[in-house]
């Protein structure tokens, strides 16, 4: 007799039926495994929480005094005749996935995630498995992203160039994982780097955990806008074209995403440089990824979600897509013109 | 083409006016005569004609990126812009040093009147030799879609900032033949 699926998807988000957990529920659930700490995956509300020990900060960061319990990568935990495990998702620090077994049957759901080592994030482990659950966010073949050299030095030429042109650069990309990327990329032998208080508050929660990064300085009201020649601003994007950028002078506004790959975007986006850095993967490595999972059964949650299915049954596997309430749109890399 | 591709990405990546007009004095300034006058042309709405049809272009794209029409089809209307969609779309090319805008220029002069059959192998072959922006402006000169946003009169400006009212009269001539 067929037994039921390890997983479902329901209404809540993903779930367990034999375990008695959800995983990155998007409604209040009483047992709930954590991808990582972007707002769109670990939401409030939830009775208990499971996460990689390397998580733990950014969560509590967000969520405030929850009931958390922590794992390390490939320990393994019982949880109601089901056993699960964590392993690196390579999207940002102390992000997973979530290997679920139950005898030979064997799903890994993969949250967000990206194949190409960033020098911060635990570098992407493929889990081989029979069922997959896979984002789509740069699900088609014009999304590839430039190797890790080549984005540093557009980065800092853009830098020189507007300290040049009389202008202070000022950076937007989202605080969790993106911001701190961009610290790795920067030249500090240019000058200065300051930071918004959004982007200092994860950068401490992350250096309290042992990450080596760049000096930063934090703004603050007090700040001298003179006192930092040849500073480059690192902010939200939100901060772009904000009273708070505008205190530095005339700008020049850089913004980091894998959204950039596109003229269209860059250009409604009115920035002054594009730079192509994504904490999700390309076409390139979901495929790559996909491969190595040795599944034949592929569900795709989040992103071009139509296409990236139809290639993938084209190629022979066995994909659907499952509508859920994965955006990115707020806190991950997936903003477009919709927001403000 | 690299200088011409660079040219590009700065206009493109600002909306500033003054900003426009110095990447265009400086390019023009150390550009070599024929691109200058390339670049002169082709700003002021002079295009080459269609060399391929927009459709050819994207099947061979897609053959050559190893993809289904569908997918190029879907990757397009995200894009926006074929030339785009084919520049992006295609695998990383190895830039060829020292070939310019009018080095490919020429190039696509002398298949013009080749049947499509052999235009083919002229164009996947050129395609290799260009990174993405490059291939971008390619494609456009190879659809007859080139279009930049630079006005006449921001042209004018930093023509005027170069090299005078002579070169102006050129381009115009150019323009003419
Ligand atoms: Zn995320
Ligand atoms: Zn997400």
Same mark, same amino acid.
């Given at each position: 007799?067929?037994?039921?699926?390890?997983?479902?998807?329901?209404?809540?988000?993903?779930?367990?039926?034999?375990?008695?957990?959800?995983?990155?529920?998007?409604?209040?659930?009483?047992?709930?495994?954590?991808?990582?700490?972007?707002?769109?995956?670990?939401? =409030?509300?939830?009775?208990?929480?499971?996460?990689?020990?390397?998580?733990?900060?950014?969560?509590?960061?967000?969520?405030?005094?929850?009931?958390?319990?922590?794992?390390?990568?490939?320990?393994?935990? =019982?949880?109601?005749?089901?056993?699960?495990?964590?392993?690196?998702?390579?999207?940002?620090?102390?992000?997973?996935?979530?290997?679920?077994?139950?005898?030979?049957?064997?799903?890994?759901?993969?949250?967000?995630?990206?194949?190409?080592?960033?020098?911060?994030?635990?570098?992407?482990?493929?889990?081989?498995?029979?069922?997959?659950?896979?984002?789509?966010?740069?699900?088609?073949?014009?999304?590839?992203?430039?190797?890790?050299?080549?984005?540093?030095?557009?980065? +800092?030429?853009?830098?020189?160039?507007?300290?040049?042109?009389?202008?202070?650069?000022?950076?937007?990309?989202?605080?969790?994982?993106?911001?701190?990327?961009?610290?790795?990329?920067?030249?500090?032998?240019?000058?200065?780097?300051?930071?918004?208080?959004?982007?200092?508050?994860? +950068?401490?929660?992350?250096?309290?955990?042992?990450?080596?990064?760049?000096?930063?300085?934090?703004?603050?009201?007090?700040?001298?806008?003179?006192?930092?020649?040849?500073?480059?601003?690192?902010?939200?994007?939100?901060?772009?074209?904000?009273?708070?950028?505008?205190?530095?002078?005339?700008?020049?506004?850089?913004?980091?995403?894998?959204?950039?790959?596109?003229?269209?975007?860059?250009?409604?986006?009115?920035?002054?440089?594009?730079?192509?850095?994504?904490?999700?993967?390309?076409?390139?490595?979901?495929?790559?990824?996909?491969?190595?999972?040795?599944?034949?059964?592929?569900?795709?949650?989040?992103?071009?979600? =139509? +296409?990236?299915?139809?290639?993938?049954?084209?190629?022979?596997? +066995?994909?659907?897509?499952?509508?859920?309430?994965?955006?990115?749109?707020?806190?991950?890399?997936?903003?477009? =013109?919709?927001?403000? | 083409?690299? !200088?011409?591709?660079?040219?590009?990405?700065?206009?493109?990546?600002?909306?500033?006016?003054?900003?426009?007009?110095?990447?265009?004095?400086?390019?023009?300034?150390?550009?070599?005569?024929?691109?200058?006058?390339?670049?002169?042309?082709?700003?002021?709405?002079?295009?080459?004609?269609?060399?391929?049809?927009?459709?050819?272009?994207?099947?061979?794209?897609?053959?050559?990126?190893?993809?289904?029409?569908?997918?190029?089809?879907?990757?397009?209307?995200?894009?926006?812009?074929?030339?785009?969609?084919?520049?992006?779309?295609?695998?990383?090319?190895?830039?060829?040093?020292?070939?310019?805008?009018?080095?490919?220029?020429?190039?696509?002069?002398?298949?013009?009147?080749?049947?499509?059959?052999?235009?083919?192998?002229?164009?996947? !072959?050129?395609?290799?030799?260009?990174?993405?922006?490059?291939?971008?402006?390619?494609?456009?000169?190879?659809?007859?879609?080139?279009?930049?946003?630079?006005?006449?009169?921001?042209?004018?400006?930093?023509?005027?900032?170069?090299?005078?009212?002579?070169?102006?009269?050129?381009?115009?001539?150019?323009?003419? !033949?």
């Amino acid at each position: 007799m067929a037994r039921d699926p390890l997983l479902i998807f329901t209404p809540e988000g993903i779930h367990c039926p034999e375990g008695g957990f959800h995983i990155d529920p998007w409604r209040p659930v009483a047992r709930a495994l954590i991808t990582h700490g972007h707002a769109d995956h670990a939401r =409030e509300g939830h009775g208990a929480y499971l996460a990689p020990h390397a998580a733990a900060p950014v969560l509590r960061h967000r969520l405030g005094d929850i009931r958390l319990g922590t794992l390390a990568y490939g320990e393994p935990r =019982e949880i109601g005749g089901v056993t699960v495990c964590f392993h690196p998702a390579g999207h940002v620090p102390g992000s997973a996935q979530i290997r679920v077994a139950r005898g030979g049957e064997v799903w890994v759901v993969s949250g967000d995630y990206k194949v190409a080592p960033d020098g911060l994030s635990e570098p992407f482990e493929p889990v081989e498995c029979q069922h997959f659950v896979t984002e789509s966010t740069f699900g088609l073949p014009v999304f590839r992203w430039p190797d890790r050299d080549q984005v540093a030095a557009e980065l +800092n030429g853009w830098w020189k160039d507007s300290l040049a042109a009389g202008r202070r650069p000022v950076l937007g990309a989202y605080a969790l994982g993106k911001a701190l990327r961009l610290l790795t990329l920067l030249d500090p032998s240019i000058g200065p780097i300051l930071t918004h208080g959004a982007v200092e508050a994860t +950068n401490a929660a992350l250096r309290a955990q042992g990450l080596s990064l760049p000096e930063t300085v934090r703004v603050t009201p007090e700040t001298d806008p003179d006192a930092y020649p040849g500073a480059l601003l690192l902010a939200p994007p939100s901060a772009l074209g904000s009273r708070w950028a505008r205190h530095f002078g005339p700008s020049s506004n850089g913004f980091a995403s894998g959204w950039m790959r596109l003229r269209g975007v860059r250009r409604r986006r009115a920035v002054d440089r594009g730079f192509v850095v994504s904490d999700h993967a390309d076409w390139a490595g979901l495929n790559w990824a996909i491969d190595q999972t040795k599944a034949e059964n592929v569900y795709v949650t989040h992103g071009y979600t =139509e +296409n990236f299915t139809r290639w993938l049954c084209d190629k022979g596997l +066995n994909a659907q897509v499952v509508p859920t309430e994965f955006g990115g749109e707020v806190e991950d890399d997936a903003v477009t =013109e919709a927001e403000a | 083409m690299k !200088d011409f591709a660079a040219l590009f990405t700065r206009l493109d990546a600002t909306t500033r006016t003054t900003e426009k007009v110095a990447a265009l004095a400086e390019y023009l300034e150390q550009a070599p005569e024929d691109d200058r006058l390339w670049t002169l042309a082709l700003f002021t709405g002079r295009r080459p004609k269609r060399l391929v049809s927009a459709a050819r272009l994207r099947a061979w794209a897609g053959e050559r990126a190893g993809l289904p029409d569908w997918l190029v089809e879907e990757s397009y209307s995200i894009v926006g812009d074929l030339a785009e969609t084919i520049a992006l779309l295609l695998p990383e090319g190895e830039p060829v040093e020292g070939k310019s805008l009018s080095h490919w220029i020429k190039y696509l002069q002398g298949i013009a009147h080749l049947p499509d059959d052999e235009k083919k192998p002229a164009i996947l !072959d050129a395609w290799d030799q260009l990174d993405a922006t490059q291939r971008l402006l390619f494609d456009k000169l190879v659809t007859g879609g080139f279009r930049v946003g630079v006005s006449q009169k921001l042209m004018t400006r930093a023509l005027a900032r170069v090299t005078g009212q002579e070169e102006a009269a050129l381009a115009h001539r150019l323009m003419g !033949d």
